[in-house]
């Protein structure tokens, strides 16, 4: 089963493990006695680990080549994954949808607010991500800024409640026009990028408006940020702490809800398929009667929407801003959600987004790992499942036939 | 003499010094199929980019006529989609078809610019919208049927033969309705019972009344399906005529053979 070759290989890939962590796994300063220790075990157990690893991966490989061999024609369907298929099932469908339905709607009832409160955070870059991905994953417009237009919901609504004392539902649909609008101020000039130069703009785009807000101090109040944000009021009734995060999480819940409803029908339309078509090729598409300038801007602005909207809820849930929640790591974590759910795929960005954001916070476990080990994860993830977690299944449709 | 649908007078192309179209006319008229041929490099794959916005031309102009309506609009200087909103629709040498998408969406989106179906159409899905998506959805999978790739109708695109994904865009084309339809080398690649296959699928199109100029190469299809032949060499027109005529012209052959060398 495992040739020699093999087995040396898999040797040397633990040897280079045992040096890429001696630093962090033997090496430890005592600065106190000042001595080095030299932990020899941990590097023994580093490469004996990775060792053992290679052996279940390449066992795994050589599992799955049998199986190949044995049965070629089932390889094409394995490659649709189970929950499209579970959601292809309409019976099926309902059930989970009632049982997840369930499970959201009693989730804040049965933990405490602190689960409630990471939740509440999921939850907003699922949205996050689902705007993204109309940009990144359906029209292939890849955006490093988008974080500036989640900064300008969040902020449209700081400003506006500072000054003119409007609410959070008034500035709601504000705060997503705003986002909107500036989704299409950065479109216009960028219309005519494409890929690697198209990011750099939207990297620099994201950069700029964090860097105004940090400096404009007339206008942003600067660094500082602007705080006692009202919280989402209701029908002007006195919510304590907890029960005012009890409603942004349902107000979150039906938003998802909502952006899920939209970013579905907006992809098995003429627009989602326009979109698609110009990620596949811009020339053939213009070619066929679209127009590119148009399909962009409604790509940029309508994914801008979205993180407005979040942006307006955040600020409310937080009741305090400043640019540092603005910073180019996060638009880097709603890329990564997309991409590592799926590009395009709905149901990969939701978990992608969950995945993303839970698994740091549950391993807090592993103290001062966590990065290390969620690092890891990704690139598990990527050399794995490099078309993320749900690969995008396109629409089939059926007809009869005519003749 | 009806006037022609297509009509290109005095078409010149420069990409900085070089004249890649010299003063070239061209007419297609309707129900007929113009062949454009010429040696590699005669610029017919130029004249096409010119034709359908791809390039702005350097000079010269390109009138499209309706039938019937005899109003001509200028094509010159339109954006790609606008001369396919204005009814011309191309394939390309190099296929360009949606890898990613299924062989139904290809087509699909031929449709897009006869229907305008936009965000709060796609949003709320009323009863016009839903309409339109079943009128995109019969005539593209009409189209489908004609081409006979219906039973793969779900297929992605990248997964189909080469020959069928050059039928695939044939069909792609069709679906903007068209009044004229470009072919750029249709028969590139194929062997020669996916030739005659393709000479049979261009026929029938054409039999609907269809206008067609293309390019090719291959002189079988272009002899059996012409009715008339234009000839380019280093961008000018050399020859123009039926396809016997073409047959015997001195001045193809000689371009295509080159010149006798006497002593």
Not at chain 1, 332 to 341: K, P, Q, T
Request: proline share 4%.
């Amino acid at each position: 089963m495992f040739s020699i070759n093999e087995l040396k290989k898999g040797a040397l890939i633990s040897l280079w493990f045992v040096f890429l962590t001696f630093p962090i796994m033997v090496i430890k300063v005592d600065p106190i006695e000042r001595i080095v220790q030299w932990r020899w075990t941990n590097a023994v157990m580093v490469g004996v680990g990775t060792f053992i690893v290679y052996c279940i991966i390449q066992f795994a490989k050589y599992r799955k080549a049998l199986k190949a061999e044995e049965s070629n024609e089932t390889e094409s369907k394995d490659q649709v994954s189970f929950i499209h298929k579970l959601l292809a099932n309409p019976k099926q469908r309902n059930i989970l949808f009632m049982v997840l339905a369930a499970i959201i709607l009693i989730f804040p009832h049965l933990f405490s607010t602190y689960q409630t409160n990471i939740m509440i955070t999921a939850l907003m870059y699922v949205v996050l991500g689902l705007g993204l991905n109309i940009v990144v994953g359906m029209a292939g417009l890849l955006d490093l800024g988008f974080v500036a237009f989640y900064a300008v919901g969040a902020y449209s609504y700081a400003l506006l409640n500072h000054h003119f004392g409007l609410g959070f539902w008034e500035v709601l649909p504000i705060g997503g026009g705003l986002a909107a609008i500036a989704g299409i101020l950065l479109g216009y000039p960028v219309l005519r990028l494409r890929g690697d130069y198209l990011a750099i703009v939207t990297l620099g785009f994201g950069e700029i408006i964090r860097l105004v807000l940090e400096n404009w101090n007339e206008f942003s109040k600067g660094p500082s940020g602007i705080s006692n944000i009202s919280r989402p009021e209701l029908f002007g009734l006195e919510l304590t702490l907890e029960q005012s995060i009890l409603y942004i999480y349902y107000i979150m819940v039906a938003f998802m809800v909502f952006t899920i409803f939209v970013v579905n029908r907006l992809q098995d339309s003429r627009l989602g398929r326009a979109w698609v078509a110009l990620r596949e090729d811009e020339i053939a598409c213009q070619a066929m009667g679209i127009d590119k300038q148009k399909t962009k801007l409604t790509a940029f602005s309508l994914g801008a929407f979205w993180a407005g909207i979040v942006g307006v809820i955040f600020a409310a849930k937080t009741t305090f801003i400043n640019p540092a929640s603005f910073t180019f790591l996060e638009s880097a974590i709603i890329l990564s959600i997309v991409v590592l759910g799926g590009m395009g795929s709905i149901v990969g960005v939701i978990i992608g987004a969950l995945v993303l954001i839970l698994l740091p916070e549950y391993l807090r476990a592993l103290s001062e790992y966590r990065m290390l080990a969620f690092g890891a994860i990704l690139v598990m993830m990527m050399v794995f499942r490099p078309q993320g977690l749900i690969a995008n299944v396109r629409r089939t449709y059926r007809f009869k036939k005519t003749s | 003499m009806t006037t022609p649908i297509l009509k290109v007078t005095g078409l010149t192309m420069d990409f900085g010094g070089i004249r890649a179209l010299n003063k070239l006319d061209l007419d297609v008229h309707t129900g007929e199929i113009v062949a454009l041929i010429g040696p590699n490099g005669a610029g017919k794959t130029t004249f096409f980019n010119c034709v359908t916005g791809i390039y702005v031309p350097t000079a010269g102009d390109v009138l499209l006529t309706p039938p019937g309506a005899g109003k001509s609009t200028s094509l010159k200087g339109l954006k790609p989609n606008h001369v396919t909103m204005k009814g011309l629709a191309r394939t390309f040498q190099n296929i360009r078809l949606f890898p990613k998408m299924t062989v139904l969406e290809n087509v699909m989106i031929g449709r897009h610019c006869r229907t305008k179906a936009f965000i709060i159409g796609a949003i709320f899905r009323g009863p016009a919208t839903r309409k339109e998506e079943q009128e995109i959805m019969a005539m593209s999978f009409s189209l489908l049927e004609k081409i006979g790739l219906a039973d793969k109708a779900n297929e992605l695109a990248e997964n189909l033969s080469y020959g069928e994904q050059r039928r695939l865009e044939i069909a792609r084309a069709l679906a903007t309705e068209p009044l004229l339809l470009l072919l750029d080398e249709p028969a590139a690649g194929m062997n020669p019972q996916e030739t005659q296959e393709l000479i049979n699928l261009i026929r029938e199109i054409s039999s609907d009344g269809q206008a067609i100029l293309l390019i090719e190469h291959d002189m079988k299809l272009v002899m059996t399906l012409s009715d008339r032949i234009f000839v380019m060499d280093y961008g000018k027109k050399i020859a123009e005529g039926r396809p016997e005529e073409i047959r015997t012209n001195p001045e193809v052959i000689k371009a295509y053979l080159g010149e006798d060398v006497d002593a």
